[in-house]
């Protein structure tokens, strides 16, 4: 019982794409992630170009029809070409890093901060046409810059495969409906069946 159970609930998680590696994507695409630039001309948040491009690295790794070039051999080109943060922005630039490390495709971008709200815009780039594949952008809080690249690294991965983003499961209503009924089945099974395992006494005979 609670085999069945657990096979229903991960059949609804991996349907839905809650479970992104049980996901069936028919194109892998090999993707660099370079630093995002800072175009706020304040370089007190020159750190979040790097954190925000491995929180997006970080983030597309886990899904499924994605492999990342590991960033050591990515900054070793950069460093080799002699290029600056200014640079990657150019997509001419970013195909010429991509093609270096053998990826498909680069994701590229930049971000702003204005009164503590960030705003990062980001392009995927085909390596081998150099069209743009996907550009989206999310906003959110500086101190919540985790969330805002969540956000932009799923619209990234939904613009790239092709699929719909929804409510993740576990917001829907049918879900929790799903959920108690599975709890209340399994609850009856457990307390009420097992006494009628056994047969019935039969009843006493009717007065003659």
Same mark, same amino acid.
């Given at each position: 019982?609670?085999?069945?159970?657990?096979? $229903?609930? =991960?059949g609804?998680?991996?349907? &839905?794409?809650?479970?992104?590696g049980?996901?069936?994507?028919?194109?892998?695409?090999?993707?660099?992630?370079?630093?995002?630039? &800072?175009?706020?001309?304040?370089?007190t948040?020159?750190?979040?170009?790097?954190?925000?491009?491995?929180?997006v690295?970080? &983030?597309?790794?886990?899904?499924? $029809?994605?492999?990342?070039?590991?960033?050591g051999?990515?900054?070793?080109?950069?460093?080799?070409?002699?290029?600056?943060?200014?640079?990657?922005?150019?997509? #001419?630039?970013a195909?010429? =890093? $991509?093609?270096?490390? $053998?990826?498909?495709?680069?994701?590229?971008?930049?971000?702003?901060?204005?009164?503590?709200?960030?705003?990062? &815009?980001? #392009?995927?780039?085909?390596?081998?046409?150099?069209?743009?594949?996907?550009?989206?952008?999310?906003?959110?809080?500086?101190?919540?810059?985790?969330?805002?690249?969540?956000?932009?690294?799923?619209?990234?991965?939904?613009?790239?495969?092709?699929?719909?983003?929804?409510?993740?499961?576990?917001?829907?209503?049918?879900?929790?409906?799903? =959920?108690?009924?599975?709890g209340?089945?399994?609850?009856a099974?457990?307390?009420?069946?097992?006494?009628?395992?056994?047969?019935?006494?039969?009843?006493?005979?009717?007065?003659?």
């Amino acid at each position: 019982m609670k085999k069945l159970i657990s096979m $229903g609930l =991960v059949g609804i998680m991996a349907l &839905n794409g809650l479970w992104p590696g049980v996901v069936l994507c028919r194109t892998t695409h090999v993707i660099a992630v370079l630093d995002f630039y &800072n175009t706020t001309g304040q370089s007190t948040y020159d750190y979040l170009g790097r954190t925000i491009s491995e929180a997006v690295a970080t &983030n597309l790794g886990k899904l499924k $029809g994605v492999e990342l070039v590991e960033r050591g051999l990515l900054m070793k080109v950069i460093e080799e070409m002699k290029l600056s943060l200014i640079g990657l922005v150019d997509p #001419r630039t970013a195909v010429r =890093v $991509g093609r270096a490390v $053998g990826a498909t495709a680069v994701v590229l971008g930049s971000f702003t901060v204005i009164d503590r709200d960030l705003r990062i &815009n980001a #392009r995927v780039v085909e390596v081998e046409t150099g069209r743009i594949l996907a550009a989206e952008s999310a906003d959110g809080k500086v101190h919540k810059v985790s969330d805002v690249t969540d956000e932009l690294s799923l619209k990234l991965w939904s613009s790239l495969t092709g699929r719909k983003l929804s409510k993740p499961i576990y917001k829907r209503w049918w879900f929790w409906t799903f =959920v108690v009924g599975v709890g209340y089945t399994a609850a009856a099974y457990q307390y009420h069946l097992p006494p009628f395992k056994e047969p019935l006494p039969m009843p006493p005979p009717p007065p003659q």
